[in-house]
C-alpha cells in the first residue's frame, strides 16, 4: 500500500529554519513526481513546491520567495523540503503528495492521488 | 501565474439534490485541471484529474467538465458523505495553484 510519513515539523522562532522529511513507501518512488501543500488551520489548500521524478526540475510557490528549497533522495525513497527564514505565516501543516504522473515533466501534474498526513510548523515567538 | 477562482464558496443542498461548482482560470489552461474532495478532518482525495477523468474508485455521480478557462465539477444526487470542501487546481502551470475552496453542506 502506499504511504507517505511526514516528519521535522515543530515550533520555532521567525527567521529560523526547519527541514522536513517526507518518507515513501509501498510504490516506487523514483518514478513520480512528488509535492509539498499546506493548510494553515480553518483554510485551504495551497501548494508550495514540486520536484520532478529525478530531482531535476523543481518549482515553487511565489510566497517562497527563495526561502524553500525542495529535494528528494531516490536512494532512500525521501522528500525533503528545506524552510529557511520562516515566517509567522508559513505556520501550517505540511503534507507531502505523490503525482500519479509516471515520469510526467513537471510542473504539468496529473494530480496528487496519495497523501501523507502532514507535519505541523508553527512559527511565534 | 494562473489565478483560479471558484464559486460559490459555500453551498448548502438537499440530498439527491444536483450541485454544480465552478473554477475559472485566469488564463486557458487547456483540460489541465482536477478536481479534490476533502471531508472534515481528512485528507484531500483526487476525484476528477484531466477536467473530466473520473480517478478510479470515485463514484460515478461526479463528474467534470470544461475546458481553457471555464471548468465544472457536478454532483449528481448529492449524498450526506459528500460534505466537504471541494478544490480545483491548475495541473498545467507553476505555480499549481489551488482555487480557494467551496464548502458543501447538507440542507
Known amino acids: 500500500q502506499e504511504h507517505l510519513v511526514e516528519s521535522g515539523g515543530g515550533v520555532v522562532q521567525p527567521g529560523r529554519s526547519l527541514r522536513l522529511s517526507c518518507a515513501a513507501s509501498?510504490?516506487?518512488?523514483?518514478?513520480?513526481?512528488m509535492h509539498w501543500v499546506r493548510q494553515a488551520p480553518g483554510k485551504g489548500l495551497e501548494w508550495v513546491a514540486a520536484?520532478?521524478?529525478?530531482?531535476?526540475?523543481?518549482y515553487y510557490a511565489d510566497f517562497v520567495e527563495g526561502r524553500f528549497t525542495i529535494s528528494r533522495d531516490n536512494s532512500k525513497n525521501t522528500l525533503y523540503l528545506q524552510m529557511n527564514s520562516l515566517r509567522a505565516e508559513d505556520t501550517a501543516v505540511y503534507h507531502c503528495?505523490?503525482?500519479?504522473?509516471?515520469?510526467?515533466?513537471?510542473?504539468?501534474?496529473?494530480?496528487?492521488?496519495?497523501w501523507g498526513r502532514g507535519t505541523a510548523v508553527t512559527v511565534s515567538s | 501565474d494562473v489565478q483560479m477562482t471558484q464559486s460559490p464558496s459555500s453551498l448548502s443542498a438537499s440530498v439527491g439534490d444536483r450541485v454544480t461548482i465552478t473554477c475559472r482560470a485566469s488564463?486557458?489552461?487547456?483540460?489541465?485541471l482536477g478536481w479534490y474532495q476533502q471531508k472534515p478532518g481528512k485528507l484531500p482525495k483526487l476525484l476528477i484529474y484531466?477536467?473530466?477523468t473520473l480517478q478510479s474508485g470515485v463514484p460515478s455521480r461526479f463528474s467534470g467538465s470544461g475546458s481553457g478557462t471555464d471548468f465544472t465539477l457536478a454532483i449528481n444526487s448529492l449524498q450526506p458523505e459528500d460534505v466537504g470542501t471541494y478544490y480545483c487546481?491548475?495541473?498545467?502551470?507553476?505555480?499549481?495553484?489551488f482555487g480557494g475552496g467551496t464548502k458543501v453542506e447538507i440542507k
Open positions: 488564463q486557458g489552461i487547456g483540460n489541465y
Open positions: 520536484i520532478s521524478y529525478d530531482g531535476s526540475n523543481k
Open positions: 484531466s477536467a473530466s
Open positions: 503528495a505523490k503525482d500519479q504522473g509516471v515520469v510526467v515533466p513537471l510542473p504539468i501534474s496529473q494530480g496528487m492521488d496519495v
Open positions: 509501498g510504490f516506487t518512488f523514483s518514478i513520480f513526481g
Open positions: 487546481q491548475n495541473f498545467i502551470s507553476a505555480p499549481l495553484t
